[in-house]
């Protein structure tokens, strides 16, 4: 991998594309000026200014040889060389979809240990997104659940590739850790701000992967006076253990959401329905809300399995004393089903879609079905009166004919 060692030439504003088709790189060093190659033993890379390696021209000359699979992904240049071009080759071959074909699983993982090296120097420059969580009956906002969006220059990547290289690479504590610590940060400049303005303090939800729960730097106490530290109350966070992962000691997980329930947390299992969440492990753990997995909600008010599903969880809930949240809300129909079922709290795009800054959710009311019909035929009634009013004005009575026969 020559091109690892670096280059001659400034790359500041360059594109790295990696693809196994010989004859497609070949095209792109033709139709694109100031490009070169670099052939690998998995496939061949071209690199070249991000004005001529667009991706519609990538995507166009691939369409001329038969669409093969390629990654394109842009260099940041504020990596050393070798550095941007391992991170951009593991993002491009990511992209591709063939790493695991092509036997680079192993070289994979080194990649992703290389892109998270990469997301953890950048303390700086993520962002945490707000979206609301309400009670469906009444509307009233209960919280917002925190999102963490990766700010990487060079690399299109999500949270969920962030959260899945960490389990790949047994890094999930660190990231966890990482992530933390930057949402309390923010979040204790939001709650200073509010307490200026003597408004009241709001809650939110922080998502953690059971290893962390299990880990040291995470003991209930500890994580206490981080909160505190931060100028919050345990009392205002909901932790949700997302399950990317199986629990490797369930009993020990147990005691250790128990003594944070005691110390004012809230606790929350995710994707309900889904994964490793079963009915057996968030009975054991007996959480304050247990999220029903989005796919779940999604189309609900067509699907009788699903509504069959949450009404379990509905009892299930009930008897364990947890509140049951349903995310991924994008359809009155389906809001409306939820209601019915007796779910508690909602989120999703028809309520709120996630935000810089804590915003309002939209009124629970509106949304409503019946609030639509009503407004759609007050609407309607409307456009009618006004028609009949104008054919008032600008219609002559009809005359009335006797029958005649012809």
């Not at 399950?243 to 004012?264: S, T």
Request: aromatic share 6%.
């Amino acid at each position: 991998m020559r091109f690892l060692l670096g280059t001659k030439r400034a790359d500041d504003d360059d594109r790295l594309l990696w693809s196994r088709d010989v004859r497609f790189a070949h095209r792109l060093l033709d139709a694109v000026s100031g490009s070169r190659s670099y052939e690998l033993d998995s496939g061949i890379v071209v690199i070249a200014p991000a004005a001529g390696l667009t991706d519609a021209r990538a995507a166009e000359i691939a369409a001329a040889v038969r669409s093969p699979a390629y990654g394109l992904i842009s260099l940041d240049p504020t990596l050393p060389e070798g550095e941007r071009h391992l991170v951009a080759l593991s993002a491009a071959v990511q992209q591709s979809g063939l790493a695991e074909r092509i036997g680079m699983a192993q070289s994979s993982q080194m990649m992703q240990s290389k892109m998270l090296d990469y997301f953890f120097t950048l303390k700086n420059v993520h962002e945490v997104a707000f979206q609301p969580i309400v009670e469906l009956s009444t509307g009233r906002l209960a919280e917002y659940e925190c999102l963490f969006r990766p700010q990487m220059p060079g690399l299109q990547t999500s949270i969920s590739s962030i959260v899945q290289a960490a389990v790949d690479t047994g890094r999930t504590v660190e990231l966890d850790a990482f992530i933390v610590r930057i949402i309390l940060r923010q979040l204790g400049a939001l709650h200073a701000v509010r307490r200026v303005a003597g408004r009241p303090p709001i809650h939110f939800a922080i998502n953690l992967t059971p290893a962390s729960l299990l880990a040291p730097q995470f003991e209930p106490v500890a994580l206490a006076a981080m909160v505190k530290a931060a100028g919050l109350d345990p009392r205002q966070i909901t932790l949700e253990c997302t399950e990317q992962q199986a629990v490797a000691d369930v009993a020990l997980l147990v005691r250790i959401v128990k003594a944070l329930r005691r110390l004012g947390f809230g606790f929350a299992v995710d994707d309900a329905g889904a994964g490793y969440a079963s009915f057996s492990l968030i009975a054991a753990l007996r959480p304050s809300i247990i999220k029903i997995d989005r796919e779940i909600a999604f189309g609900i008010a067509r699907d009788d399995a699903k509504q069959a599903l949450v009404e379990a969880f509905v009892s299930f809930g009930g008897r364990i004393g947890a509140r049951l949240l349903a995310e991924g809300i994008e359809r009155r129909a389906d809001l409306a089903m939820l209601t019915g079922l007796g779910v508690d709290l909602g989120q999703g795009f028809l309520i709120g879609k996630p935000a810089m800054e804590p915003t309002e959710a939209r009124p629970i009311e509106t949304l409503r079905l019946d609030a639509t019909r009503h407004a759609i035929g007050r609407r309607v009634r409307g456009t009618d009166r006004g028609t009949d009013r104008a054919a008032d004005r600008s219609t002559p009575p009809p005359v009335l004919r006797a029958n005649r026969p012809v």
